[in-house]
Protein backbone atom coordinates (compact mmCIF):
# COMPACT_ATOMS: atom_id res chain seq x y z
CA UNK A 1 0.00 0.00 0.00
CA UNK A 2 1.27 3.75 -1.17
CA UNK A 3 2.00 5.55 2.60
CA UNK A 4 5.31 8.07 1.15
CA UNK A 5 4.58 11.43 -1.00
CA UNK A 6 7.72 9.87 -3.06
CA UNK A 7 5.39 6.36 -3.37
CA UNK A 8 3.25 8.31 -4.87
CA UNK A 9 4.93 10.42 -7.21
CA UNK A 10 6.57 7.31 -8.80
CA UNK A 11 3.17 5.69 -8.84
CA UNK A 12 1.62 8.89 -10.83
CA UNK A 13 5.00 8.89 -13.17
CA UNK A 14 4.03 5.25 -13.98
CA UNK A 15 0.29 5.15 -14.56
CA UNK A 16 -0.62 8.88 -15.61
CA UNK A 17 2.18 10.71 -17.34
CA UNK A 18 2.28 9.88 -21.47
CA UNK A 19 4.48 11.25 -23.66
CA UNK A 20 3.99 12.83 -27.15
CA UNK A 21 1.52 14.98 -28.67
CA UNK A 22 -1.33 15.85 -27.62
CA UNK A 23 -3.85 18.47 -27.40
CA UNK A 24 -5.56 19.04 -23.93
CA UNK A 25 -9.09 20.07 -23.08
CA UNK A 26 -8.09 23.36 -22.65
CA UNK A 27 -6.87 23.37 -26.44
CA UNK A 28 -3.34 23.76 -25.75
CA UNK A 29 -0.84 21.22 -27.28
CA UNK A 30 1.58 20.08 -24.99
CA UNK A 31 4.38 17.36 -25.32
CA UNK A 32 2.91 14.85 -21.98
CA UNK A 33 -0.53 14.21 -21.14
CA UNK A 34 -1.73 13.16 -17.67
CA UNK A 35 -4.08 11.22 -16.96
CA UNK A 36 -5.50 10.31 -13.53
CA UNK A 37 -8.13 8.33 -14.23
CA UNK A 38 -5.65 4.89 -14.34
CA UNK A 39 -4.98 6.15 -10.97
CA UNK A 40 -8.02 7.43 -9.28
CA UNK A 41 -9.49 4.05 -10.40
CA UNK A 42 -7.83 2.03 -8.41
CA UNK A 43 -8.02 0.91 -5.22
CA UNK A 44 -4.31 2.09 -4.00
CA UNK A 45 -4.39 5.09 -5.60
CA UNK A 46 -7.58 6.18 -4.84
CA UNK A 47 -6.95 5.53 -1.04
CA UNK A 48 -3.87 7.50 -1.60
CA UNK A 49 -5.77 10.40 -2.89
CA UNK A 50 -9.09 10.42 -1.41
CA UNK A 51 -7.09 11.14 2.22
CA UNK A 52 -4.68 13.74 0.79
CA UNK A 53 -7.24 15.40 -0.76
CA UNK A 54 -9.77 15.49 2.47
CA UNK A 55 -6.00 17.16 4.32
CA UNK A 56 -7.62 19.98 2.52
CA UNK A 57 -10.72 20.17 2.95
CA UNK A 58 -12.28 22.35 5.61
CA UNK A 59 -13.91 21.14 8.55
CA UNK A 60 -17.09 23.86 8.05
CA UNK A 61 -17.67 22.12 4.58
CA UNK A 62 -20.42 19.69 3.81
CA UNK A 63 -19.56 17.93 0.85
CA UNK A 64 -16.72 18.08 -1.78
CA UNK A 65 -17.66 18.47 -5.96
CA UNK A 66 -16.42 17.87 -8.91
CA UNK A 67 -16.80 17.93 -12.87
CA UNK A 68 -18.13 14.40 -13.99
CA UNK A 69 -16.14 12.07 -15.37
CA UNK A 70 -12.73 12.78 -13.77
CA UNK A 71 -13.76 14.28 -10.29
CA UNK A 72 -16.17 11.56 -9.62
CA UNK A 73 -13.90 9.24 -7.54
CA UNK A 74 -12.59 11.84 -6.28
CA UNK A 75 -15.42 12.75 -4.40
CA UNK A 76 -16.78 9.23 -3.77
CA UNK A 77 -13.17 8.42 -2.38
CA UNK A 78 -13.04 11.78 -0.25
CA UNK A 79 -16.93 11.04 1.19
CA UNK A 80 -15.60 7.79 2.30
CA UNK A 81 -12.65 8.54 3.65
CA UNK A 82 -13.94 11.50 5.79
CA UNK A 83 -16.92 8.90 6.84
CA UNK A 84 -13.94 6.48 8.36
CA UNK A 85 -12.70 9.81 10.06
CA UNK A 86 -16.17 10.45 11.13
CA UNK A 87 -16.74 13.64 9.72
CA UNK A 88 -19.15 12.78 7.01
CA UNK A 89 -18.67 14.94 3.64
CA UNK A 90 -21.07 14.29 1.12
CA UNK A 91 -20.25 13.65 -2.21
CA UNK A 92 -21.57 16.13 -5.17
CA UNK A 93 -21.38 15.72 -9.02
CA UNK A 94 -21.87 18.00 -11.14
CA UNK A 95 -22.43 17.35 -14.58
CA UNK A 96 -21.50 18.84 -18.34
CA UNK A 97 -24.81 19.08 -19.43
CA UNK A 98 -28.46 19.15 -17.27
CA UNK A 99 -29.56 15.88 -16.62
CA UNK A 100 -32.14 15.13 -19.70
CA UNK A 101 -35.53 14.24 -17.95
CA UNK A 102 -36.63 14.36 -14.49
CA UNK A 103 -35.25 17.43 -12.92
CA UNK A 104 -33.01 18.41 -15.52
CA UNK A 105 -30.61 18.46 -12.52
CA UNK A 106 -27.17 20.10 -12.81
CA UNK A 107 -25.71 18.44 -9.41
CA UNK A 108 -26.35 15.03 -8.32
CA UNK A 109 -26.10 13.99 -4.48
CA UNK A 110 -27.53 15.26 -1.29
CA UNK A 111 -29.22 18.82 -1.17
CA UNK A 112 -28.15 21.35 1.05
CA UNK A 113 -29.53 24.83 2.13
CA UNK A 114 -27.78 27.91 0.79
CA UNK A 115 -24.77 29.13 1.69
CA UNK A 116 -23.19 25.77 2.57
CA UNK A 117 -19.13 25.72 2.36
CA UNK A 118 -18.28 22.89 -0.47
CA UNK A 119 -14.82 22.63 -1.77
CA UNK A 120 -14.31 21.43 -5.67
CA UNK A 121 -11.92 18.27 -6.48
CA UNK A 122 -10.16 17.94 -9.54
CA UNK A 123 -7.73 15.34 -11.23
CA UNK A 124 -5.95 17.46 -13.50
CA UNK A 125 -5.78 21.47 -13.64
CA UNK A 126 -4.28 23.04 -16.42
CA UNK A 127 -5.93 26.49 -16.65
CA UNK A 128 -8.59 25.58 -14.46
CA UNK A 129 -11.74 26.07 -16.64
CA UNK A 130 -13.26 22.29 -15.85
CA UNK A 131 -13.06 23.34 -11.94
CA UNK A 132 -14.44 26.83 -12.77
CA UNK A 133 -17.56 25.51 -14.55
CA UNK A 134 -18.21 23.50 -11.63
CA UNK A 135 -17.50 26.02 -9.08
CA UNK A 136 -20.34 27.76 -11.36
CA UNK A 137 -22.73 25.66 -10.88
CA UNK A 138 -22.48 24.98 -7.06
CA UNK A 139 -22.85 28.96 -6.47
CA UNK A 140 -25.47 29.16 -9.26
CA UNK A 141 -27.23 26.64 -6.54
CA UNK A 142 -26.26 28.73 -3.61
CA UNK A 143 -23.29 26.70 -2.34
CA UNK A 144 -20.45 28.96 -1.10
CA UNK A 145 -17.01 27.50 -3.21
CA UNK A 146 -13.91 29.14 -1.92
CA UNK A 147 -11.73 25.76 -2.55
CA UNK A 148 -10.36 23.93 -5.43
CA UNK A 149 -8.35 21.05 -4.52
CA UNK A 150 -6.44 18.80 -7.72
CA UNK A 151 -4.03 16.38 -7.89
CA UNK A 152 -1.78 17.75 -10.15
CA UNK A 153 -1.42 21.36 -11.16
CA UNK A 154 -0.12 21.82 -14.78
CA UNK A 155 1.15 25.35 -13.80
CA UNK A 156 -0.62 26.65 -17.42
CA UNK A 157 -2.30 29.50 -15.37
CA UNK A 158 -4.90 28.15 -13.33
CA UNK A 159 -3.75 29.41 -10.04
CA UNK A 160 -3.87 33.08 -11.60
CA UNK A 161 -7.60 32.09 -12.94
CA UNK A 162 -8.78 30.80 -9.87
CA UNK A 163 -7.63 34.14 -7.87
CA UNK A 164 -10.10 36.18 -10.44
CA UNK A 165 -12.90 34.25 -9.56
CA UNK A 166 -12.29 34.28 -5.64
CA UNK A 167 -10.48 30.89 -5.90
CA UNK A 168 -7.57 29.03 -3.63
CA UNK A 169 -6.36 26.76 -5.68
CA UNK A 170 -4.35 23.97 -3.79
CA UNK A 171 -2.46 20.89 -5.80
CA UNK A 172 -1.16 17.86 -4.06
CA UNK A 173 1.54 17.59 -7.11
CA UNK A 174 2.63 19.81 -9.89
CA UNK A 175 3.66 19.18 -13.31
CA UNK A 176 7.34 19.90 -12.30
CA UNK A 177 7.12 16.96 -10.17
CA UNK A 178 5.73 14.98 -12.23
CA UNK A 179 8.43 15.33 -15.79
Known sequence: MIQERSEFIQF???????????????GQS????????PVTLSGEGLLYVSCAMLEHVDIDNVAVAGLTLGADPLVSGAAMASAIDE??????IVRKEP???GTKAWIEGPEHVPG?????????????????TA???????????????????????AVERMKANGLELISLFTIDELL
Do not use: M, P, W
Not at 30 to 37: A, G, I, L, T
Not at 116 to 132: F, M, N, P, Q, R
Open 135 to 157: VEKLRDVGYTVEKVVTIVDRQQG
Open 87 to 92: VNLDAL
Open 12 to 26: LKEKAVRKGEFTLSS
Open 99 to 101: KGH
Open 116 to 132: CKVTVLEDVTTTGGSAI
Open 30 to 37: SDHYVNCK
